[in-house]
Nanobody, 126 residues
């Protein structure tokens, strides 16, 4: 029902920056909690950041806190992830995800999200 398309990934040196975008289809984007997750080779998909439907509340994984910023533009049906001071450990496929506001018990859990993008590769070199 809701389609999510990520973009903005690429190859960057350690200390550099990237800005990921996730464009969403649908007319009810403003009613969804939006999250960013990532998955490195051989590892489980992990939480990165989340933003409330209104954009007022944000949460970050400890590993990215202070370096990454999540934001959204409901008029454009788009959520962003600004990534600064990138480290090789940030290398992963990054996914955006959506879940209806007002449901579930955790914004950080993979299983709480209903819709997922195809992912975009981020590679950080030393």
């Amino acid at each position: 029902q809701v389609q999510l398309v990520e973009s903005g990934g690429g190859l960057v040196q350690a200390g550099g920056s990237l800005r990921l975008s996730c464009a969403a289809s649908g007319r009810t984007f403003s009613s969804y909690v939006m999250g960013w997750f990532r998955q490195a080779p051989g590892k489980e998909r992990e939480f990165v950041a989340v933003i409330s439907a209104t954009g007022i509340i944000t949460r970050y994984a400890d590993s990215v806190k202070g370096r990454f910023t999540i934001s959204r533009d409901n008029a454009k049906n788009t959520v962003y992830l600004q990534m600064n001071s990138l480290e090789p450990e940030d290398t992963a496929v990054y996914y955006c995800a959506a879940r209806a506001a007002g449901s579930g018990t955790s914004w950080l859990a993979v299983y709480e999200y209903d819709y997922w993008g195809q992912g975009t590769q981020v590679t950080v070199s030393s």
